[in-house]
């Protein structure tokens, strides 16, 4: 017996993604529902790498009534409308948007960093899945706070355009050509021009100087791992389609040599250690395309504090950091809680 899934954002960079890992690693699936906006409504939608195909439905007219879990990759707006809707209807809703991550009555959840928090899904129905670059992140750090106790985070994001969606690859792609052809660069999607560059600048500014992309490092980490860990974070678009990079400075209560570290991650789950100091001895993006494991290369000591370390972090931004996070969430409910598949 499996379960009646519905992918909400099926068209989507994002819910394309979850089709394939869901088919990828044999979700027990009874019954698949694909929905998205009237725009898409009886588009057919291959289901990953199985040949076959869907037809996507309008959520505005989606009964929620009879299915287990609904994974939403449709922004936050339209999340706001529907996964109410799911949610009062019976059906988990499990959601890539920012809207509900510091909802106190939503579990937000990494699987293999806080597990339990899931138990508290009943209250709202809705379980949030982090932002991208805090999810590949927190897998890094968990091993190492249960180890040592992390008080300090400094962290610096190299973020590829996929995670501005399909408008973001599509800029990259048409400047790059641009540029080599001697054309007018087209600037639509992001405030500068990506492609041979860098853009120190994610989501809007706030207050204080930081941008929403950098605070929400900061809250989910503390949310997801602790709150009592200090986070810092410089968010920064680079010109790489897919595959998110962080340069992780870490200052723990308790001492842990980079050797240790090494050790302790080489042994975490969701991590692959990658890290021979030699030439071409680390994870760059285009290795971690399409791969389901948040990658660490780089670790050593930093000598400027009692008990640091730095470590270079890489992971496929589409799925650890979106689709296959959400994925997993589904599991752990089914063997928690449904207990269907």
Request: proline residues 4%.
């Amino acid at each position: 017996m499996g379960y009646r899934i519905v992918v909400a954002g099926a068209t989507g960079n994002v819910g394309r993604e979850v089709l394939a890992i869901l088919f990828e690693r044999e979700f027990p699936i009874d019954e698949l529902a694909l929905v998205a906006s009237s725009r898409s409504q009886g588009l057919d939608i291959e289901l990953g790498d199985t040949g076959k195909t869907a037809k996507c439905q309008n959520i505005d007219n989606f009964d929620w009534t009879g299915w287990d879990m609904a994974i939403f990759a449709i922004g936050s707006d339209a999340t706001k409308i529907h996964a109410p809707k799911a949610a009062a209807a019976g059906c988990v809703v499990i959601d890539n948007s920012s809207l509900y991550r510091m909802d106190p009555d939503v579990p937000l959840i990494v699987p293999e960093v806080n597990p339990d928090a899931i138990d508290g899904y009943t209250k709202r129905n809705i379980i949030a899945n982090p932002n991208c670059s805090t999810a590949q992140m927190v897998v890094a750090l968990k091993p190492l706070h249960d180890a040592a106790t992390i008080k300090r985070v400094v962290v610096s994001t190299y973020q590829s355009v996929s995670g501005a969606g399909k408008a973001g690859m599509d800029e990259l792609w048409n400047q790059t050509r641009q540029i080599f052809v001697g054309d007018e660069k087209d600037i639509q999607k992001f405030t500068k021009q990506i492609a041979f560059n860098v853009i120190p600048h994610i989501d809007s500014f706030l207050d204080d100087g930081q941008t929403k992309e950098e605070w929400k490092m900061v809250v989910e980490t503390k949310k997801i791992l602790d709150p009592k860990v200090k986070v810092t974070a410089t968010c920064v678009r680079v010109p790489v389609f897919v595959g998110h990079s962080e340069a992780i400075n870490i200052e723990m209560e308790n001492e842990l040599s980079a050797e240790d570290a090494q050790r302790i991650l080489r042994e975490a789950p969701g991590v692959v250690l990658h890290d021979k100091r030699e030439d071409g001895g680390y994870i760059t993006p285009v290795e971690c395309v399409g791969d389901f494991a948040t990658f660490v290369s780089r670790v050593r000591d930093d000598p400027t504090v009692d008990n640091g370390l730095n470590l270079w972090c890489v992971s496929d931004n589409l799925r650890k950091g979106a689709a296959l996070n959400a994925v997993q969430i589904a599991e752990l409910l089914g063997r928690r809680h449904l207990k269907k598949g």
